[in-house]
C-alpha cells in the first residue's frame, strides 16, 4: 500500500540504517490499517559496487589531480579476490613507479582499505597534473573509491592559476 521513508539514512558506524514505515493500505484508505517500521541496512556506500568474480574485471577512473600515490578504497575481496591498481596519464600510458605490478594489493573487507605503491611519492613532474587509476578486481566487490589529496605549496609544483 504505501510506505513512508525517513529524510535520509542514518550512519552506524560502517553501516547505514534506512529507518521507514509501511503501511498496507493506500493513502487515503484509514480503514483498518496496519503498520510496521522496517530497518533495511547495508554497508557504507554499499548501492553498487564494480563486481568480479574469477574472472577479472577491470575500470579506468576519470581524470582527477591528486597529490600522493595512495588512494582509500571501500571494498571487499573472497577467497583468493584481490584489487589491484595502476595510475595512468591522460592517454592511458602507465606512470613509471605507478604500475600493477608495483602496487601493493588489497586483500579483505573494509570500508577504509587503502591502495598504495611502492613508491611513496610522485615525482615532482607528475604532483600536480592530472592522472587516471585503473584498477583490476577479482573475486570481489569494489565500492568506491578516492584519491588522497594533500595541499602543496607553491613551491611542491603547484601550478599557477
Known sequence: GMI??????????????????????????????QGAIGLPIIR??????MHAED??????????VFHMPQVD??????DG?????????RD??????????ECLRFQ???????????TKSFPRKWRAKDKKIRFYVTNGDLYSYLPVAIELKKDDGWPDY
Open 108 to 118: 579483505g573487507d573494509s570500508v577504509r582499505g587503502t591502495i598504495q605503491w611502492k
Open 81 to 89: 579476490g584481490y584489487i589491484e591498481a595502476e595510475l595512468l596519464d
Open 55 to 64: 574472472k577479472e574485471g577491470w575500470l579506468i577512473s576519470r581524470r582527477e
Open 4 to 33: 513512508f521513508t525517513a529524510r535520509r539514512p542514518v550512519v552506524v558506524q560502517d553501516k547505514l540504517y534506512f529507518y521507514y514505515g509501511g503501511f498496507d493500505r493506500v493513502h487515503d484508505d484509514t480503514k483498518g490499517v
Open 92 to 101: 592511458n600510458r602507465v606512470i613509471p613507479g605507478f604500475s600493477r605490478s
Open 44 to 49: 557504507l556506500d554499499g548501492f553498487c559496487s
Open 73 to 78: 578504497i571501500n571494498a571487499v575481496t573472497k
